[in-house]
């Protein structure tokens, strides 16, 4: 079955306050960055404001599903939802994008709309984000003595668990400064392990671009 008719039906009622009195179609989108697992995809689901637990700004609102032809599992803050998914899925995180997986783990651990983490595959993405025609400026100094620990953003299996070092940046909406490394250690029950941040630098950006609607 089409993924996307198991999320309208996982939604039900939802789904149809969202037809309701809407000229355009509603947005079910695919997020290709965050479809880590081998066995399904993520999608988003924008609603209205406080509807779901993902805010969105200016306003608005997001749900995050896990689905494929089988199954629409609908993953929230506060269930335990992506622990089952993760347990099932636990085998294939070893070979999975690092950046992308822990991407999609912080949006359930840590931060929401006003603070949030952008993860980074090295220093080099620090940089590309002040090519033009981008309008962030970089702190060289704290670049300078923040370098040594950076490193990469990687993965590796250590028993029974898969270990995430991401590198981030952390901030609110588009004004993410504070860089930093965050441990991830998935267990093999799904159960995730946030160690404690490790900030390199607390204003890595002189100036970041302005916040568009």
Avoid at 12 to 17: F, L, T, V
């Amino acid at each position: 079955m089409n993924p996307i008719d198991l999320i309208r039906r996982d939604l039900g009622a939802d789904w149809e306050r969202l037809w309701r009195g809407r000229a355009r179609a509603v947005s079910v989108r695919l997020e290709e960055t965050l479809s880590v697992f081998s066995g399904y995809k993520i999608y988003v689901v924008m609603g209205d404001t406080h509807q779901f637990d993902f805010p969105c700004l200016p306003n608005g609102s997001m749900a995050y599903y896990a689905a494929n032809g089988a199954k629409a599992v609908r993953l929230t803050r506060t269930g335990k939802e992506i622990q089952s998914i993760l347990a099932e899925e636990w085998p294939s995180f070893a070979q999975s994008n690092p950046v992308c997986l822990a991407s999609l783990l912080l949006r359930f651990l840590d931060g929401d709309v006003r603070t949030s983490h952008h993860v980074l595959a090295n220093a080099d993405d620090l940089r590309a984000m002040c090519l033009r025609p981008a309008t962030y400026r970089l702190n060289e100094e704290a670049l300078a003595k923040a370098l040594p620990d950076v490193g990469v953003t990687s993965s590796f299996l250590e028993g029974s668990q898969v270990v995430i070092r991401a590198i981030t940046l952390l901030g609110w909406r588009h004004d993410k400064r504070n860089l930093g490394i965050e441990i991830l250690t998935i267990h093999e029950n799904g159960q995730v392990a946030m160690a404690e941040r490790q900030v390199l630098a607390k204003k890595i950006f002189d100036k970041v671009p302005a916040l568009r609607y």
